[in-house]
């Protein structure tokens, strides 16, 4: 049984309150968990200290028994200074340009090289 520290969403419609709970990897995400460990709540001000609440004595318990937390609730942790900041990951290929736009990039980037080389060369002479 993998052990997860994740946000369960509660409250009314476009107005959520999250609990981060421990629960159980394969237990729906507002489903059955085994212990509330703080709460969060995104219409507060970033800088108002009810925003994020956490239980670090217990959140340090499950750390250590192998719980992991979801990369929201690391960020909340390492916030917290209970975790070490994990670092951000880059978009994946969605964010590249199609193939044939990385062609003609590839191209310029060819005929920009060989232009520097040209004049290099010229001005070497």
Do not use: C
Not at 64 to 88: H, I
Request: aromatic share 4%.
């Amino acid at each position: 049984m993998s052990l997860k520290i994740r946000l369960a969403r509660g409250g009314a419609k476009k107005r959520p309150v999250y609990r981060i709970v421990l629960a159980d990897s394969r237990s729906p995400r507002d489903g059955r968990f085994i212990e509330k460990l703080g709460t969060y709540n995104p219409l507060l001000p970033r800088e108002h200290e009810e925003r994020v609440r956490l239980k670090e004595e217990r959140i340090r318990h499950w750390m250590s028994n192998g719980a992991q937390p979801t990369d929201r609730v690391a960020k909340f942790l390492a916030e917290a200074g209970l975790m070490d900041a994990r670092p951000r990951t880059e978009q994946t290929k969605k964010s590249q340009p199609k193939a044939k736009a990385q062609e003609r990039l590839r191209e310029a980037q060819e005929r920009a090289a060989a232009a520097a080389e040209a004049a290099e060369a010229e001005s070497a002479e």
